[in-house]
Each structure stands twice: as C-alpha cells, then as structure tokens.
C-alpha cells in the first residue's frame, strides 16, 4: 500500500516484473525497480499541448 494520494489516502501498488529500464526523450527513469531521479519528459495538458481532431465523414451506400 502506498499513502500517496490526495489527503493521505492510500492505494494499492504492485510493481512490474520484466521490465529492466523505462526511457522517456532518451533518458533513462526507471532502472530495474528504482526510479533515476531524472525527469526527460513533461506532462502534456489536453487542449494546451493536443488538437482535437474530428472524425471524417461515414461514407455510406445509395
């Protein structure tokens, strides 16, 4: 259990077995089941950093 959450409340966590390194922008996060400390990435925000794209129209048979 992990009390990481908003007012301390707590959740389940279970690591990943079989993955030996996570790499964002080439930077390596996770090393077997530690974190690095460095932080490659950003957060990307919906509407701030992505473009909402519509959907075609649906071509449909006479």
Known sequence: MRQ???GGAS???VGAKGI???L???GEVVRGDALSGTL???VIRS???TETVRPA?????S
């Open 4 to 6: 990481d959450l908003p």
């Open 11 to 13: 959740r389940v966590y």
């Open 20 to 22: 030996d390194h996570v």
């Open 24 to 26: 964002v922008n080439g």
């Open 40 to 42: 490659p990435g950003r």
């Open 47 to 49: 509407g701030r950093d």
């Open 57 to 61: 129209q649906r071509w449909t048979a």
